[in-house]
């Protein structure tokens, strides 16, 4: 197994343990207070306030946060297509709401959640798909 397949399967498996922990600490204060504090920065930035709004930034950093996993996924395991980790992580995505609907008290299931980290995984495995062909051209020189 080359080097590379190596790093991206312990990058992968590092970054879902700490994927995990976020996803199922009992509380959602410092994911919350992240997207809070990631709008301040954008507004002090100019960011126009109208489009950056708390709900907005709240998808598209649940997006974000999944996106790395399929990403190191589908550089690890190449004969998985893209649909197939998207497929992947809407399944997860299911599962980690109704975790925390049912296990988390002080959590709360969203179908919004589901949507955003499902797009998350889609881009994630997506972004390998488009770049794998030019991956190959280089190594092939």
């Known amino acids: 197994m080359s080097w ?9 498996a590092v970054y879902s343990v700490l994927l ?6 009992p509380s959602s204060q410092q994911q919350s207070s ?13 960011a126009p306030s109208r489009l950056v709004t708390y709900p907005r930034l709240e998808v598209v950093m649940n997006a974000a946060i999944v996106a790395p996993v399929t990403f190191l996924g589908s550089l690890s395991w190449p004969s998985w297509s893209w649909r197939d980790w998207t497929a992947a992580g809407f399944v997860a995505a299911v599962a980690v709401e109704l975790a925390q609907g049912l296990l ?4 709360q299931a969203a179908f919004s ?3 955003a980290n499902t797009i998350g995984a889609m881009v994630g495995a997506v972004v390998v798909a ?4 030019m991956l190959r051209t280089r190594t092939a020189h």
Do not use: E, Q, T
């Not at 590379?4 to 992968?12: Q, Y």
């Open 130 to 133: 488009l770049l794998r062909p």
């Open 4 to 12: 590379g397949l190596w790093a991206a399967r312990i990058l992968l």
């Open 104 to 107: 988390l008290p002080d959590r």
């Open 113 to 115: 959640d589901i949507v």
């Open 34 to 46: 992240a997207v809070a504090h990631l709008g301040s920065l954008l507004d002090s930035l100019g």
């Open 20 to 25: 995990a922990l976020a996803l199922f600490s």
